[in-house]
């Protein structure tokens, strides 16, 4: 059985250009002393801007039509990445869509919640319910209007979805065959799991020895379970989904959470001299509350020397830039 056999079985529904960039980052490597860097640029998917929501959403969207639904129903934060790629990938295969978001109606929408509103998204505003908590009401209510909704999870977090980042694994390895190009680490901004459980499974079925090191970027409410739990249990799940015999232990999963600041969605120094850096040394654009997070992260990884010139360490961009514009005044210096 080739590696990519169960994976050729998920139902894929085309929404972004794939392979996306694999490039290197030769001046901030140098800027930063440090390690060998590359960056994955997966906030070139194509799809309203792009970002990782892309390649979870081909599987989901997938599901969605071959099971003959008519709308899809996620929700998120305000400025979510993945509601915009979500509200972008319904129009895109014919779909109407419903978003549950966090907050209330601004008087002006900005960032992602422009995109979503011109993108004809139907929105619920949620006040504290940030991570889709009114998604069963609002399948409800459809179901009893006679339509055929499609709930997609938050953060697109599920078997399906994860599939999308597992692919994406098989999709790197062979950028890095055609570079001769081997890599010790692989860093990301890690926040609903699917991203760093499709990884996971990715790399064990595609043979990928780097580290996977998701950074942790949402502390998660008291009580919740740990987030390596969340990701472990949606690994292997997945490993089920596709049929691969294996069972990830707790120990297989690499989760980074020194770097939590104030909270979801807070900007800090961390964030700021990340985002600003990058930009300059590379005219790349982080976003201020997941990669701009997730780099503040390898930055001080570097200082730490938990990354060394020894490595060669892969930035897996996430996407998220369209948050930038009402985050403005949290990025410009204070003083
Ligand atoms: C959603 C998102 C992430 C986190 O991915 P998960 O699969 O939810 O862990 C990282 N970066 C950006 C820009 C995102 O929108």
């Known amino acids: 059985m080739s ?13 972004g250009f ?3 960039p694999l490039v290197e980052m030769k001046r901030l490597s140098a800027e930063l002393g440090g390690p060998r860097l590359f960056i994955k640029r997966d906030d070139q998917t194509g799809l309203a801007f792009g970002g990782n929501k892309t390649r979870k959403l081909e ?23 993945h509601c915009r790629q979500t509200a972008a990938a319904a129009c895109a295969a014919g779909l109407g869509c ?20 011109l993108l004809g998204a139907e929105i619920h505003w ?8 009114q998604i069963p009401d609002i399948v409800n209510q459809l179901v009893s209007e006679g339509k055929h909704p499609y709930r997609v999870p938050y953060g697109g977090s599920n078997t399906t979805g994860a599939v999308g980042f597992v692919a994406a694994m098989g999709e790197l390895k062979a950028q890095l065959t055609q570079l001769q190009q081997s890599l010790t680490h692989i860093l990301f901004a890690s926040s609903s799991g699917g991203t760093q459980a499709g990884l996971l499974v990715g790399a ?9 090191i998701g950074i942790g970027i949402d502390k998660g409410e008291a009580g919740d379970d740990p987030f390596e739990t969340h990701v472990q249990a949606l690994a292997n799940a997945t490993v089920r989904h596709l049929g691969i015999a294996h069972h990830f232990s707790a120990t297989d999963v690499i989760v980074e959470n ?23 040394t ?5 976003d201020p509350v997941y990669t701009g997070r997730a780099m503040g992260a390898l930055m001080a990884m570097i200082e730490s020397q938990q990354l060394t010139r020894a490595d060669t360490v892969l930035f897996w961009h996430t996407g998220g830039a369209p948050a930038l514009f009402p985050y403005a005044a949290d990025l410009i210096a204070p003083g």
């Not at 599987?59 to 979510?80: H, I, N, P």
């Not at 949620?126 to 908590?133: I, T, Y």
């Not at 590379?282 to 982080?286: K, N, V």
């Open 3 to 15: 590696p990519d056999h169960s994976l050729s079985q998920a139902r894929r529904f085309s929404l």
């Open 18 to 20: 794939f392979p996306t």
């Open 59 to 81: 599987y989901l969207v997938g599901e969605a039509l071959a099971k003959g639904c008519d709308t899809l129903v996620s929700g998120g934060a305000a400025q979510s990445n």
């Open 98 to 117: 419903h978003l549950a978001l966090g907050g209330e109606a601004p008087d002006v929408p900005e960032g992602n919640l422009l995109l979503d509103t």
């Open 126 to 133: 949620g006040g504290p319910h940030r991570k889709g908590e």
């Open 204 to 212: 064990r079925l595609f043979g990928m020895g780097a580290k996977v």
């Open 258 to 280: 020194d770097f939590l600041g104030d909270g979801y969605g807070k900007v800090g120094e961390l964030e700021r001299r990340a985002v600003t850096l990058t930009a300059r």
């Open 282 to 286: 590379e005219g790349i654009l982080l």
